[in-house]
């Protein structure tokens, strides 16, 4: 599965970047050919863990590919079947939530969306504030889902943050090679 075509998203949670990065790293080492796509909102908010433009030239110099950053160019990846995976790495709260309702309005919902069409796997790296109250729902309902994968994750930070979760971002692309494999990478839920 050396050969296959791997995205690889980004969403919002910008305190989790420099890991993404890492893991796209590791991602990229594993498979020749990495798709980077971001949501709008990560291509366009400047925070203090870094410029959007310089997270997208990153991304753009690991993959030696063309950051896919608008629903518009998300949308082929379905009918063309441009992907043999997709990773959200990491997935938000908000994309949780999106993808669990079914709600395609930003660049991973759609790909996510375009790419599960053709039977293919997505692999979640969940990483959210709220991912043991109101984003339960959200990840117990994928978790049901055929094709949907998670990396291993945990809590965070049990004492100050309680209801956070974040994957292992480390376990990027061992999970995206059991989920090219149709299994989930176990044990899903990590001690903190």
Not at 46 to 62: N, S, V
Not at 107 to 134: C, E, F
Not at 172 to 184: D, K, M, Y
Request: glycine content about 6%; hydrophobic content about 45%; some cysteine.
């Amino acid at each position: 599965m050396e050969n296959a075509v791997v995205g690889f998203a980004v969403c919002g949670s910008f305190c989790t970047h420099a890991k993404a990065m890492s893991a796209l790293e590791q991602v990229r080492a594993r498979w020749q050919n990495v798709v980077p796509i971001v949501s709008e909102c990560t291509a366009d908010t400047d925070t203090r863990f870094g410029k959007a433009h310089d997270l997208m030239r990153e991304m753009e110099r690991i993959c030696d590919h063309r950051v896919i950053s608008s629903v518009k160019a998300a949308e082929p990846i379905g009918p063309q079947k441009l992907l043999d995976l997709l990773i959200i790495c990491p997935c938000t709260g908000n994309t949780l939530g999106k993808l669990a309702a079914g709600v395609t309005d930003t660049s991973v919902t759609m790909a996510s969306k375009a790419h599960l069409r053709n039977g293919r796997p997505l692999l979640i790296a969940p990483a959210t504030n709220d991912g043991l109250s109101v984003s339960a729902s959200s990840i117990g309902a994928l978790l049901a889902r055929k094709y949907i994968y998670f990396v291993p994750f945990g809590q965070d930070d049990p004492q100050n943050k309680p209801t956070s979760l974040m994957a292992d971002f480390s376990l990027v692309a061992e999970a995206a090679q059991a989920a090219l494999e149709g299994r989930q990478l176990q044990p899903l839920l990590l001690g903190s």
